[in-house]
């Protein structure tokens, strides 16, 4: 089968050029970085043109509009892109660093050292700025990349890769330790199946694509989430900090993963925060879909019931669920049943209370009076993000370049041997 050679050879290919890099000094890398940089900006006409198309074919197909938000490349976003690869040459390399280290009895000394995977794959819908972060962070960490993206992004993809390639190329290192996937659904299962070619797959998009790639792949999967987040507003909460925090997490970019989708206000303050809240939602174009004890505070603001399915929603949009608790205890209970693990924020003057929301939420970042924006790699300083992990094995939260490695020991003795 035509498909199957070719991830085969693909995955044959990026291993081969994986040895390239598990030898590869950070000067060297570093320098590859800045040539995939240079290559990108260069490319930035044919990379916008080539997005033009993708954006305009999926506005035709009626596509959502935060997904079409997603997709869409400008001049800003190509420039970010840029800077990304360069801000991961200045940071630290990952591999070559001991972990622990210690001294046997007899002598040997044993150190735990961080490598790379070998071969990552990236399965990743819409959003095109991932191509280039997801190649940065794998190469920096010394890993080849294949990166499956979807097809409402291939024109996009296509030229962002020929791009970075061509910078690889330039530095001195082979082509192949970044590659783009193409070709039918069909070649997305043959890349779940490469157990044995791909060291690890990392899905990036909806619930739907995550869970898909979770139950059905062979290759060890880190699991990205997806962000059904939660702001609860506690009793005695200085409500402007609040308002300013609800404000920025559900409307500044409404379609990423870090951005809140419920809203829970403990009961003795929604009088006072929910009048102005809402109305200053509303203003923004949020849809706010609200429960019974919500309602009485929403005055002449349209509203709409709030349902179950609400509840678990990730609207990826100017949508909101809005709810009532009586304290503390129900809003944990709630976020405890509706979290998916990603971000979860509280705004609150009580030290106590920010004590049992931090220790009780099950959550891969719990924000205390700070907005869940903030839960990205670039905020952390870690530089271009891979994901946000869910997981609760090897990486949790955002996945940067420590993340993208491995660790093996080393021993090393003098002539030692077991008794």
């Given at each position: 089968?035509?498909?199957?050679?070719?991830?085969?050879?693909?995955?044959?290919?990026?291993?081969?050029?994986?040895?390239?890099?598990?030898?590869?000094?950070?000067?060297?890398?570093?320098?590859?970085?800045?040539?995939?940089?240079?290559?990108?900006?260069?490319?930035?006409?044919?990379?916008?043109?080539?997005?033009?198309?993708?954006?305009?074919?999926?506005?035709?197909?009626?596509?959502?509009?935060?997904?079409?938000?997603?997709?869409?490349?400008?001049?800003?976003?190509?420039?970010?892109?840029?800077?990304?690869?360069?801000?991961?040459?200045?940071?630290?390399?990952?591999?070559?660093?001991?972990?622990?280290?210690?001294?046997?009895?007899?002598?040997?000394?044993?150190?735990?050292?961080?490598?790379?995977?070998?071969?990552?794959?990236i399965i990743y819908e819409a959003?095109?700025?991932?191509t280039a972060d997801a190649a940065?962070?794998?190469?920096?960490?010394?890993?080849?990349?294949?990166?499956?993206?979807?097809?409402?992004?291939?024109?996009?993809?296509?030229?962002?890769?020929?791009?970075?390639?061509?910078?690889?190329?330039?530095?001195?290192?082979?082509?192949?330790?970044?590659?783009?996937?193409?070709?039918?659904?069909?070649?997305?299962?043959?890349?779940?199946?490469?157990?044995?070619?791909?060291?690890?797959?990392?899905?990036?998009?909806?619930?739907?694509?995550?869970?898909?790639?979770?139950?059905?792949?062979?290759?060890?999967?880190?699991?990205?989430?997806?962000?059904?987040?939660?702001?609860?507003?506690?009793?005695?909460?200085?409500?402007?900090?609040?308002?300013?925090?609800?404000?920025?997490?559900?409307?500044?970019?409404?379609?990423?993963?870090?951005?809140?989708?419920?809203?829970?206000?403990?009961a003795d303050a929604a009088a006072?925060?929910?009048?102005?809240?809402?109305?200053?939602?509303?203003?923004?174009?949020?849809?706010?879909?609200?429960?019974?004890?919500?309602?009485?505070?929403?005055?002449?603001?349209?509203?709409?019931?709030?349902?179950?399915?609400?509840?678990?929603?990730?609207?990826?949009?100017?949508?909101?669920?809005?709810?009532?608790?009586?304290?503390?205890?129900?809003?944990?209970?709630?976020?405890?049943?509706?979290?998916?693990?990603?971000?979860?924020?509280?705004?609150?003057?009580?030290?106590?209370?920010?004590?049992?929301?931090?220790?009780?939420?099950?959550?891969?970042?719990?924000?205390?009076?700070?907005?869940?924006?903030?839960?990205?790699?670039?905020?952390?300083?870690?530089?271009?993000?891979?994901?946000?992990?869910?997981?609760?094995?090897?990486?949790?939260?955002?996945?940067?370049?420590?993340?993208?490695?491995?660790?093996?020991?080393?021993?090393?003795?003098?002539?030692?041997?077991?008794?």
């Amino acid at each position: 089968m035509t498909t199957e050679l070719s991830v085969r050879e693909r995955a044959l290919a990026a291993r081969e050029a994986s040895r390239a890099l598990a030898t590869a000094t950070r000067g060297v890398k570093d320098a590859a970085l800045h040539a995939m940089a240079d290559a990108l900006a260069k490319a930035e006409t044919a990379v916008l043109e080539a997005n033009a198309d993708d954006v305009a074919r999926a506005e035709t197909a009626g596509t959502h509009a935060g997904l079409v938000d997603r997709l869409r490349l400008t001049p800003t976003r190509v420039e970010q892109m840029v800077d990304g690869l360069r801000a991961l040459a200045g940071l630290a390399d990952p591999v070559g660093d001991v972990v622990r280290g210690w001294t046997t009895a007899q002598g040997v000394r044993i150190q735990q050292v961080r490598v790379p995977f070998s071969v990552v794959g990236i399965i990743y819908e819409a959003r095109p700025n991932v191509t280039a972060d997801a190649a940065g962070i794998a190469l920096k960490s010394g890993n080849a990349v294949l990166l499956r993206g979807s097809s409402s992004a291939a024109a996009s993809n296509a030229a962002v890769v020929e791009a970075l390639r061509a910078g690889v190329v330039d530095a001195g290192l082979p082509a192949d330790v970044v590659q783009l996937v193409p070709g039918p659904r069909e070649v997305t299962a043959e890349l779940m199946a490469a157990r044995g070619l791909v060291d690890v797959l990392i899905p990036r998009g909806g619930a739907d694509l995550i869970e898909t790639v979770v139950r059905n792949s062979v290759v060890p999967v880190i699991e990205t989430g997806v962000g059904n987040c939660h702001l609860y507003v506690d009793a005695g909460a200085d409500l402007e900090t609040a308002t300013a925090i609800l404000l920025n997490a559900k409307v500044q970019r409404p379609s990423v993963c870090n951005a809140v989708e419920t809203l829970l206000v403990h009961a003795d303050a929604a009088a006072d925060f929910l009048p102005t809240a809402l109305a200053r939602l509303a203003e923004a174009g949020v849809v706010l879909h609200v429960d019974e004890r919500t309602r009485p505070h929403a005055g002449d603001l349209a509203t709409v019931a709030v349902t179950e399915q609400d509840w678990a929603t990730e609207y990826h949009a100017l949508e909101i669920a809005v709810g009532v608790v009586d304290d503390l205890d129900a809003a944990i209970d709630h976020i405890r049943r509706w979290s998916t693990g990603h971000s979860e924020t509280i705004v609150t003057d009580s030290t106590a209370a920010a004590g049992r929301f931090t220790a009780e939420i099950d959550a891969a970042a719990v924000l205390v009076n700070a907005s869940s924006r903030f839960v990205d790699g670039g905020e952390f300083g870690f530089g271009a993000e891979i994901g946000i992990s869910t997981q609760k094995l090897h990486a949790r939260g955002p996945m940067a370049l420590p993340e993208m490695t491995s660790t093996k020991y080393v021993i090393t003795g003098t002539g030692q041997t077991r008794a």
